[in-house]
């Protein structure tokens, strides 16, 4: 079954806006992982939280993880026409093996009107 | 300089034929990997190698067969193509396996099975 569901699954706001994008999963994990995709291109890392963190800051993001409620939110400050893209969530754990398995979500469309 | 490139990036081709997907990566990792993105934007994980040797089959049909002659290099081979097969295919790479690793994508190859 899917492991991590962003939610909303699309977001429109205005310029200036904060946007907040969720995810939640399943099982418990290693580490969350947020990753961004513009159209047509490849998926770009920004920020992961591990298990043991509730907050992470990088830049204009700000990440929260709740492990009680297998939960983690994406705040994006001050939002920007250039922040429009797809935004996904992804959960990491141990599958047996050193090596892990990353699992995606659905992902949030999230486009900023100038 | 590119990470991780894939070619080709658009491939348009018929039922039944068999294809490929090349990928290098220039980041002196040691795993790499391959995603599968469907319509619906879901991506998951079809194969992940580490210094050259199989890690993750995630139930792919055998029709898909990757190879990797060096841990620069994960190539994907199609056979018999199908239209489900239409697709966006991501390679990946990190160092290490996926507990507390970033995993870096390329810009995907999209397929189109007619």
């Known amino acids: 079954s899917q492991q991590g569901e962003e939610d909303p699954q699309a977001l429109s706001i205005q310029e200036g806006e904060n946007a907040t994008m969720n995810c939640s999963y399943k099982?418990?994990?290693?580490?969350l992982q947020w990753y961004r995709q513009n159209s047509g291109r490849g998926l770009v890392h920004l920020i992961l939280?591990?298990?043991?963190?509730r907050e992470k800051h990088s830049g204009r993001l700000r990440v929260t993880l709740d492990t009680s409620k297998k939960s983690s939110s994406l705040l994006i400050t001050a939002s920007r026409a250039a922040d429009t893209a797809s935004y996904f969530c992804?959960?990491?754990?141990?599958?047996?093996?050193?090596?892990?398995?990353?699992?995606f979500g659905q992902g949030t469309i999230l486009t900023v009107h100038p | 300089d590119t990470a991780v490139s894939q070619t080709p990036k658009y491939l348009v081709t018929q039922m039944g034929n068999d294809k490929s997907i090349k990928c290098e990566q220039n980041?002196?990792?040691?795993?790499m990997y391959w995603y599968k993105q469907d319509s619906k934007k879901f991506l998951k994980i079809m194969f992940s190698?580490?210094?050259?040797?199989?890690?993750i089959n995630e139930t792919v049909p055998n029709r898909f067969s990757p190879k990797s002659p060096d841990k620069a290099h994960l190539n994907l081979h199609i056979n018999s193509l199908e239209l489900g097969d239409s697709a966006v295919y991501f390679c990946?790479?990190?160092?290490?396996?996926?507990?507390?690793?970033?995993?870096?994508f390329g810009e995907g190859s999209w397929l189109t099975v007619v």
């Open positions: 190698y580490n210094n050259k040797e199989l890690i």
């Open positions: 099982t418990s994990i290693n580490n």
């Open positions: 990946a790479s990190s160092q290490g396996g996926l507990l507390g690793n970033t995993i870096y």
């Open positions: 980041l002196g990792h040691d795993t």
């Open positions: 992804a959960t990491a754990y141990n599958r047996g093996t050193s090596y892990g398995k990353l699992t």
């Open positions: 939280i591990r298990s043991n963190e």
